[in-house]
């Protein structure tokens, strides 16, 4: 099997059967974003521990399947994780999807992401792609400066991740 047929199966199947789907509570932030381009939608929202830890993202939406599947990958990623690594998982996304085919991606750090590698090659498709993981990052952003300590897993000021 091509790996390019492979990497679509797994959009393809984060699209059918999403991991994340449907808004939970707790949470700590709610986004909403819209791609005004193509009027793909996600609703997310995040809930931080007090140790730090990513423990739920959650989310609703409509669009292209490039850009529910993302958001779905984006769940199984950063759950578990500190807000710190989350953020790197996602400028790591952001950096592979944004190089317009110079950037290979690492599937150690971003797992079935790497299935999006493809779209860098498709300017238009990138912003479909990157909805849900800029979603997230903006909750993050929210969550931290509304917080009144930031510990060592914030690794202090966040930065929107550049698209």
């Known amino acids: 099997m091509r790996m390019e047929q492979m990497y679509q199966e797994v959009i393809l199947d984060h699209?059918?059967?999403p991991h994340g789907r449907g808004l939970r509570e707790p949470f700590g932030a709610e986004v909403h974003h819209v791609n005004p381009t193509c009027g793909d939608e996600v609703t997310l929202r995040v809930h931080i521990s007090d140790d730090g830890t990513v423990d739920?993202?959650?989310y609703d939406g409509q669009g292209c399947s490039i850009s529910q599947a993302s958001t779905s990958v984006l769940t199984d990623q950063v759950v578990g994780q500190s807000v710190g690594d989350a953020?790197?998982?996602?400028?790591?996304?952001?950096?592979?999807?944004?190089?317009?085919?110079?950037?290979?991606?690492?599937?150690?750090?971003?797992?079935?992401?790497?299935a999006f590698a493809g779209v860098s090659k498709y300017p238009a498709r990138v912003k479909c792609a990157l909805l849900g993981w800029m979603a997230f990052n903006d909750a993050v952003v929210r969550i931290v400066?509304?917080?009144?300590?930031?510990?060592?897993?914030t690794a202090g000021p966040v930065e929107p991740a550049r698209s």
Do not use: C
Not at 145 to 153: A, I, K, R, V
């Open 15 to 17: 699209y059918k059967h």
């Open 56 to 58: 739920d993202v959650s």
């Open 87 to 114: 953020l790197k998982i996602v400028e790591s996304f952001n950096e592979m999807v944004g190089s317009r085919g110079t950037v290979e991606g690492d599937e150690e750090v971003i797992g079935d992401g790497i």
């Open 145 to 153: 400066d509304e917080s009144p300590t930031q510990n060592e897993n």
